[in-house]
């Protein structure tokens, strides 16, 4: 298929990468989805193909073995970019890929030179897929959690349970992030620990996730009960994650997959009126126009989001990212109705993409609590305290 982009936006990023990824992801990923979505299974396929291509490790450093792209890098763009262009055909995968870079990414830069050795290399030699847990039910902050990590002799005990865990750890690892006992400020309380199989204590829930959409990431259930976390498997000082604006840079992740779901969606309905002699309806020509218009606005904002870490002013750039992700939401959200209504009902048959694209931006723009992200911008547009790192 032929996505057009702004003519900056398609100069961002490595281009050989994000060729021969394009080429991949279009010639392979199509045929896979449907099985992937209706058995909610891992796409071990696409991303072993997405590990041959370096992609798994894209925001590890290049003397690390990485492609040496995030927000943070001379390079912020070819990490988004593909995960941009794996979403178009599947939002699950893509999604897969954010959540391991961002395990990589983390292990990479916070890490020590043993832990780097013993978690990152290998994520360099072998396709492997790791989770970043956080989620957890009843917790009333991004950064206070109810699982809990008690100090002693030689690490830690953590006890909790957590949801969400997208790639789970049966093949990688996970960075769980928990509260240390008997400190009440998150900046000393947040403790992130490397799980890995075959830890005593340590159990996965794979039969609770069944979503309606964004079902080819599987996100388990987690449990800890009484596992020891020895110094090696402790990641970063105690509140390191809060201190160093983690969450605010993984903002454009979501992002990108926000804009390449719809941007899938869109191509596949043009293709499919053109296909169908629809084009010469003068209502279509008219909705088509509307519908790329909110497209090319959404890709202009995505792009200046970028651009904005080039700057080096992190609380602006996540900012900036913040607006992109809610634009991005809203304006796929307009489109797919949109889109819809132009493809008619036949087009949402199983054996065609489009409802599960539908599907899986309809679950995974959830990820964004809107409100807040409003009210996030409108605090620091009138001058008064806020936390632009915040998902919700």
Same mark, same amino acid.
């Given at each position: 298929?032929?996505?057009?982009?702004?003519? *900056?936006?398609?100069?961002?990023?490595?281009?050989?990468?994000?060729?021969?990824?394009? *080429?991949? &992801?279009?010639?392979?990923?199509?045929?896979?989805?449907?099985? #992937?979505?209706?058995?909610?299974?891992?796409? !071990?396929?696409?991303?072993?193909?997405?590990?041959?291509?370096?992609?798994?490790?894209?925001?590890?450093?290049?003397?690390?073995?990485?492609?040496?792209?995030?927000?943070?890098?001379?390079?912020?763009?070819?990490?988004?970019?593909?995960?941009?262009?794996?979403?178009?055909?599947?939002?699950?995968?893509?999604?897969?890929?954010?959540?391991?870079?961002?395990?990589?990414?983390?292990?990479?830069?916070?890490?020590?030179?043993?832990?780097?050795?013993? !978690?990152?290399?290998?994520?360099?030699?072998?396709?492997?897929?790791?989770?970043?847990?956080? *989620?957890?039910? =009843?917790?009333?902050?991004?950064? &206070? /959690?109810?699982?809990?990590?008690?100090?002693?002799? =030689? =690490? #830690?005990?953590?006890?909790?349970?957590?949801?969400?865990?997208?790639?789970?750890?049966?093949?990688?690892?996970?960075?769980? $992030?928990?509260?240390?006992?008997?400190?009440?400020?998150?900046?000393?309380?947040?403790?992130?620990?490397?799980?890995?199989?075959?830890?005593?204590?340590?159990?996965?829930?794979?039969?609770?996730?069944?979503?309606?959409?964004?079902?080819?990431?599987?996100?388990?259930?987690?449990?800890?009960?009484?596992?020891?976390?020895?110094?090696?498997?402790?990641?970063?000082?105690?509140?390191?994650?809060?201190?160093?604006?983690?969450?605010?840079?993984?903002?454009? @992740? $979501?992002?990108?997959?926000?804009?390449?779901?719809?941007?899938?969606? #869109?191509?596949?309905?043009?293709?499919? /009126?053109?296909?169908?002699?629809?084009?010469?309806?003068?209502?279509?020509?008219?909705?088509?126009?509307?519908?790329?218009?909110?497209?090319?606005?959404?890709?202009?904002?995505?792009?200046?989001?970028?651009?904005?870490?080039?700057?080096?002013?992190?609380?602006?750039?996540?900012?900036?990212?913040?607006?992109?992700? *809610?634009?991005?939401?809203?304006?796929?959200?307009?489109?797919?109705?949109? /889109?819809?209504?132009?493809? @008619?009902?036949?087009?949402?048959?199983?054996?065609?993409?489009?409802?599960?694209?539908?599907?899986?931006?309809?679950?995974?723009?959830?990820?964004? =609590?809107?409100?807040?992200?409003?009210?996030?911008?409108?605090?620091?547009?009138?001058?008064?305290? !806020?936390?632009?790192?915040?998902?919700?």
């Amino acid at each position: 298929m032929n996505f057009a982009e702004t003519p *900056s936006l398609s100069r961002q990023g490595n281009p050989d990468v994000l060729a021969a990824l394009e *080429s991949v &992801v279009q010639s392979r990923f199509p045929a896979r989805e449907r099985e #992937y979505h209706d058995a909610a299974a891992m796409p !071990f396929e696409n991303l072993q193909d997405l590990f041959e291509l370096g992609l798994l490790t894209a925001t590890v450093r290049k003397e690390h073995g990485g492609l040496g792209s995030n927000v943070m890098s001379a390079d912020p763009a070819t990490f988004l970019q593909a995960m941009r262009r794996v979403a178009r055909v599947s939002p699950g995968t893509a999604h897969c890929m954010q959540v391991q870079n961002h395990v990589a990414w983390a292990l990479d830069e916070l890490g020590t030179d043993a832990q780097r050795e013993r !978690f990152v290399k290998p994520m360099t030699q072998k396709m492997s897929v790791s989770s970043f847990v956080g *989620s957890e039910a =009843g917790r009333k902050h991004m950064y &206070v /959690l109810k699982t809990t990590a008690k100090k002693v002799d =030689g =690490g #830690y005990i953590v006890n909790g349970n957590k949801n969400y865990a997208t790639n789970g750890y049966e093949n990688g690892v996970a960075i769980v $992030f928990a509260t240390i006992e008997g400190e009440t400020e998150y900046f000393k309380s947040h403790l992130m620990v490397i799980v890995e199989p075959g830890m005593e204590g340590l159990s996965i829930n794979h039969d609770w996730y069944r979503p309606t959409g964004m079902r080819v990431c599987p996100s388990p259930e987690i449990y800890l009960n009484d596992v020891f976390i020895d110094e090696l498997h402790v990641l970063g000082e105690p509140g390191v994650y809060p201190r160093g604006r983690w969450q605010g840079r993984f903002h454009l @992740g $979501f992002t990108a997959n926000y804009l390449g779901m719809i941007e899938g969606a #869109y191509e596949w309905v043009r293709q499919s /009126l053109i296909e169908r002699g629809r084009g010469k309806d003068p209502f279509v020509q008219l909705r088509m126009g509307e519908a790329k218009t909110q497209l090319h606005g959404a890709q202009v904002v995505f792009e200046n989001a970028i651009d904005a870490w080039r700057a080096g002013d992190v609380q602006r750039a996540e900012l900036i990212s913040m607006q992109a992700k *809610s634009i991005c939401a809203h304006a796929a959200l307009e489109m797919s109705h949109t /889109l819809i209504m132009l493809a @008619g009902s036949t087009a949402l048959f199983d054996e065609f993409p489009l409802a599960r694209l539908i599907r899986d931006l309809n679950t995974h723009i959830l990820h964004v =609590g809107h409100d807040k992200t409003a009210q996030i911008v409108g605090a620091a547009e009138l001058g008064e305290s !806020f936390d632009s790192t915040l998902q919700r």
